[in-house]
């Protein structure tokens, strides 16, 4: 069976500098694995999907997650933070499957 | 432009009054999913359809129906609404469900109906 767990809840960081959101897994078969965010009051944007072809994977707006199969870890990571990261962020694994294991989310906080 | 397009977008109703919360998609794909949002639960799928007259429970089917007759909608139904279906719900897409080569295809998601039950 799958499943997903978003390691934080809340991250706040201040403006320019990294981020980290943490994410790790579990799969019976090779994953699919998916960082989605979600701006207040918006739906959900894809930022980057993982399918076994690289292990570091770049998504849109300068955020980019390394699948390491040994730690079954997928964290997302940006190097500096733009006030407009400031949204929820879910990590998402998928086998073959019918189901789209969701994570419960990390809130992401940009301070000035 | 490509979308799902759900509504209502807000609804307040109370118990026990029917409601249907409508999906549709321009892209003609052929699976479709509804998930609920609950605070610190993230999404949770609640039916699936991998095509037209093709539906199947995902993990908290209680209390919702639905139907595929048509291959761009996908309704989710309420038959007799209770408070703890509060919540936010979102529809979802994509071409199929999983690609050999390329994994679980990518969902476009609908903006979200916000459902509050008295």
């Known amino acids: 069976a799958q499943s997903v767990t978003q390691l934080d809840s809340h991250v706040s960081v201040s403006e320019g500098t990294p981020v980290l959101l943490r994410c790790n897994y579990s799969?019976?078969?090779?994953?699919?694995l998916f960082w989605y965010v979600q701006h207040p009051n918006k739906g959900l944007q894809l930022l980057l999907k993982y399918t076994s072809a690289a292990t570091l994977v770049k998504g849109i707006n300068g955020f980019e997650a390394e699948f390491k199969k040994s730690e079954t870890s997928f964290h997302l990571t940006k190097p500096s933070a733009h006030m407009s990261d400031a949204a929820e962020y879910f990590c998402v694994v998928s086998d073959r499957g019918h189901y789209m294991r969701f994570g419960a989310g990390t809130r992401l906080t940009v301070k000035p | 432009e490509a979308q799902v397009t759900q509504n209502p977008r807000y609804l307040i109703t109370v118990t026990g009054k029917k409601l249907t919360v409508t999906c549709s998609q321009n892209?003609?794909?052929?699976?479709m999913s509804w998930y609920r949002q609950d605070p610190g639960l993230g999404l949770r799928q609640i039916y699936y359809?991998?095509?037209?007259?093709?539906?199947d429970k995902g993990d908290v089917p209680e209390g919702y129906k639905v139907s595929r007759k048509e291959k761009r909608n996908f309704p989710l139904i309420l038959e007799s609404p209770s408070p703890n279906q509060t919540s936010l719900y979102f529809c979802a897409s994509s071409s199929s469900r999983w690609t050999t080569g390329s994994g679980a295809n990518v969902l476009t998601f609908g903006a979200g109906s916000r459902l509050t039950v008295l």
């Open positions: 359809s991998m095509n037209v007259e093709v539906t």
């Open positions: 799969s019976s078969y090779s994953p699919s």
């Open positions: 892209m003609n794909h052929e699976y």
